[in-house]
Nanobody
Framework: VRFVESGGGLVQPGGSLRLSCLASGFTFGAYGMSWYRQAPEKARELVAAISSAGGSTKYADSVKGRFTISRDNAKNTVYLQMNSLKPEDTAVYYC????????????WGQGTQVTVSS
């Protein structure tokens, strides 16, 4: 099982980024997928999740209305569109399989750093 996250970077407050996660090693279309983030000295938290077919999504209260999760099962890829970014969104962002919990907690990728700063 492997997750490869990309798309992070440095952005000013109010800006946007689109993250991508390419997954392999399992039947991608059979699993919900989630994005997590971990800020310095904080625990990893669930940011957004999407069901296997994409019909259901959920978001942390802190990102509702600003972030959108989507997926392309033909490409084994899940996306996170992040708009109206705030400094408190600064973190390393990871993806994993699952809608409510990480199905592969021993297979985290390297993550992608998002820094929101002026």
């Amino acid at each position: 099982v492997r997750f490869v996250e990309s798309g992070g970077g440095l952005v000013q407050p109010g800006g946007s980024l689109r993250l991508s996660c390419l997954a392999s090693g399992f039947t991608f279309g059979a699993y919900g997928m989630s994005w997590y983030r971990q800020a310095p000295e904080k625990a990893r938290e669930l940011v957004a999740a999407i069901s296997s077919a994409g019909g259901s999504t959920k978001y942390a209260d802190s990102v509702k209305g600003r972030f959108t999760i989507s997926r392309d099962n033909a490409k084994n890829t899940v996306y996170l569109q992040m708009n109206s970014l705030k400094p408190e969104d600064t973190a390393v962002y990871y993806c994993n399989a699952g809608f409510s919990r990480a199905w592969y907690p021993d297979s985290w990728g390297q993550g992608t750093q998002v820094t929101v700063s002026s």
